[in-house]
């Protein structure tokens, strides 16, 4: 299993509706959570991180944490045209001691004004 | 301000010849990492760095050298570039043990092996 997944495809959301991504992770240890966005060609930049299970908000952005069921999810209302990117799931793995951190693949998120 | 700089941002080389792609932060930060990022592959670990002197191998390590000689510097040396490194590279840098720490990206460089 790897450690971080993001298994779906392109989405494609309307200007103004939510759009949902999901990320599941494989260790149980991880405590830290963070979702980058990425744009076309430029480096990842932090939007959301989040540790404690529930939510997060900022602004339109919302992260779900579940440990239980070792997922997180990032939810964008009233998406915008800007918001088009890519968005990498992050998490930090702990062994012997040492933190690292491993990514999803990431999704694509198209908003079609 | 706080960053991280990777340069060159773009090169295009020959099969073969020996380059180094440098990377420096001014965070003092303990931890840097290098990564590669593939068109429907995102983002893989090539090596990382704990401290000074102390690296491991990431994902892909294959082809790769690193060194850690100094705290802000972390090159990625290819000794023999092929066509299959061809990619988009990324350095980044993180303070070590502190969760909840994010990690910042150099602007990435964007290499191209013929």
């Known amino acids: 299993q790897k450690e971080v997944e993001q298994n779906s495809g392109p989405l494609s959301v309307p200007e103004g509706a939510i759009a949902s991504l999901n990320c599941t992770y494989s260790d149980r240890g991880s405590q830290s959570f963070f979702w980058y966005r990425q744009y076309s060609g430029k480096s990842p930049e932090l939007i959301m991180f989040i540790y404690s299970n529930g939510d997060k908000e900022d602004g339109r952005f919302t992260a779900q944490l579940n440990k239980a069921s070792q997922y997180v999810s990032l939810l964008i209302r009233d998406s915008q045209p800007s918001d088009s990117a890519t968005y990498l799931c992050?998490?930090?793995?702990?062994?012997?001691?040492?933190?690292?951190?491993?990514f999803g693949k990431g999704n694509q998120v198209v908003v079609i004004p | 301000e706080a960053q991280v700089t990777q340069n060159p941002r773009y090169l295009i080389t020959v099969t073969g010849k020996k380059l180094t792609v440098t990377c420096s932060q001014n965070m003092n930060h303990e931890y840097m990492s290098w990564y590669r990022q593939d068109p429907g592959l995102g983002l893989r670990q090539i090596y990382y760095s704990m401290n000074v002197e102390v690296t491991d191998k990431g994902d892909v390590p294959e082809g790769y050298k690193v060194s850690r000689k100094e705290k802000r510097n972390f090159p990625l040396i290819l000794e023999s570039p092929s066509p299959n490194q061809t990619s988009l590279y990324f350095c980044?840098?993180?303070?070590?043990?502190?969760?909840?720490?994010?990690?910042?990206f150099g602007q990435g460089t964007r290499l191209t092996v013929v």
């Open positions: 980044a840098s993180s303070p070590r043990g502190q969760l909840g720490t994010e990690a910042f």
């Open positions: 992050a998490v930090i793995i702990i062994f012997y001691g040492n933190n690292r951190l491993a």
